[in-house]
């Protein structure tokens, strides 16, 4: 394993033999950074460093890091009632949580399962749209279609829905389910051929499962609202359940407050986390219409939904989530994200002609430089955004920008001219 820095504080030097870090290869990687605070988009470090915050921990911090109105909000509740099991017990903070968040969300969307992370919250999607199908008499449609460059969660059911070929997860292929995973079309000849292809095997098929407009982490790519209205018109069309999984899209990200607002449709199952609680505590809810609702309406106890986690929403992460709601209601969140937009399109305009670069895109909250894959360090990259004072992730061929939505002009621009800068002298 690569060495601790000569001034690593004594903690990271006891623990760090015992630690197994995600998504790492722990005998090449270099040691994470140490970190001591965290304040609007800033990050302290132990020895004494700052970097400016371009991902806000993988987008959910979008209020900024220590945001006072939720760390207030969790205080409180962490005085009353940090926890209390969600079985056959109820409380304030999930059902105001739950009322808030079906007024929110996009029209009929009016049952809400509050799970406590994302990659439960798609597993609980998908168990939704199988026993769905199942409580109406049909327990053959027990596969999903999904689409290449998806990144749904880590788990089983997620795994199989994500890229698997290509992706992350190729090591486990032979132990997923399979799915149907093509590509998103982008043409009407390629609309023709998804329609034929749900038509040759809507019998199988429980849902579509789509992260609308933006494919975050299976590679940062987006899809118009129009591609994803015809998409969600087809799926209908052969008479399947629509699952949106806007973990990363949803609370503003792509500009709307739910990108499926933007293409007007309302899914038949909706997954949310990331930015539920303002990256404070981990929560997640999977949304369902009445019509999925209902499927589970009976006397026969073995058509109720078979799932609930132990931390299900959890008190003190509804209490987190409730006071960032209140923030989207009292702060103008959408015309900052529109603001960040502008920004990030004039700012990283020039990235463009850098010989690397292969492609610079924007939408909303997110700005994407991609660089040709033969020329992509992203270990070099992230630690010559640190030597700038920034914090990005490079990662799928891109320099992926996803900041706070406080985040000031000046730090931004702190972060795209560092973006710029190291993009150009990529050899
Ligand atoms: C992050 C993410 C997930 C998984 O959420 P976790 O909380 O990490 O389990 C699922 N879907 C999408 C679109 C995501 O971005």
Redesign the pocket.
Same mark, same amino acid.
């Given at each position: 394993m690569i060495p601790l820095p000569p001034n690593a504080p004594d903690w990271q030097r006891e623990g760090y033999p015992h630690l197994w870090l995600p998504y790492t290869q722990m005998q090449t990687a270099p040691a994470p950074l140490a970190v001591v605070g965290t304040e609007g988009c800033r990050i302290r470090l132990a020895d004494g460093r700052e970097l400016i915050d371009g991902i806000c921990s993988?987008?959910s911090a979008c209020h900024g890091y220590n945001h006072p109105h939720i760390v207030e909000a969790v205080a409180e509740q962490a005085r009353t009632m940090p926890h209390v099991m969600f079985a056959g017990l109820t409380h304030e903070p999930a059902l105001r949580l739950s009322r808030r968040l079906a007024t929110l969300a996009p029209e009929g969307l009016e049952r809400v399962f509050l799970a406590d992370?994302?990659?439960? %919250?798609?597993e609980v999607a998908m168990k939704m749209a199988v026993q769905y199908w199942r409580n109406r008499g049909d327990s053959r449609k027990t596969r999903f279609v999904s689409f290449r460059g998806?990144?749904?969660?880590?788990?089983m059911g997620?795994m199989s829905l994500s890229d698997v070929e290509n992706g992350m997860h190729s090591a486990f292929l032979n132990y997923m389910p399979m799915q149907f995973v093509t590509d998103i079309p982008s043409d009407e000849y390629a609309f023709a051929e998804f329609d034929s292809l749900l038509g040759d095997i809507s019998r199988q098929v429980a849902a579509v499962v789509i992260?609308p407009l933006v494919?975050?982490?299976g590679g940062f790519t987006f899809h118009s609202a129009d591609v994803l209205a015809e998409l969600y018109r087809i799926t209908k069309k052969h008479n399947l359940l629509f699952i949106a999984?806007?973990? %990363?899209?949803g609370f503003g990200r792509t500009g709307y407050l739910f990108a499926c607002n933007e293409a007007g449709i309302t899914p038949d199952i909706l997954?949310l986390?990331?930015a539920l609680t303002g990256g404070a505590m981990?929560l997640?809810a999977t949304l369902a219409t009445a019509d999925v609702f209902n499927a589970f309406l009976s006397d026969d106890a073995e058509k109720a939904l078979m799932h609930g986690p132990t931390y299900m929403a959890n008190a003190l992460a509804c209490a987190a989530a409730n006071a960032s709601l209140d923030l989207f209601e009292r702060e103008p969140r959408l015309s900052q994200i529109a603001a960040i937009e502008t920004q990030l399109e004039s700012d990283l305009e020039p990235c463009r002609t850098a010989p690397a670069v292969r492609d610079v895109r924007v939408k909303g909250a997110i700005g994407i430089v991609e660089i040709h894959p033969e020329r992509f360090d992203r270990i070099a990259l992230r630690q010559s955004f640190v030597e700038r004072g920034v914090w990005l992730r490079p990662y799928a061929n891109c320099i992926y920008i996803m900041p706070a939505y406080t985040i000031s002009a000046d730090e931004l621009s702190t972060i795209t001219r560092a973006v710029c800068d190291v993009a150009s002298q990529i050899a």
């Open positions: 993988w987008w992370s994302g990659s439960v %919250a798609v998806a990144y749904h969660g880590d788990t997620c992260e494919q975050c982490a999984d806007e973990i %990363a899209t997954c986390g990331k981990t997640a």
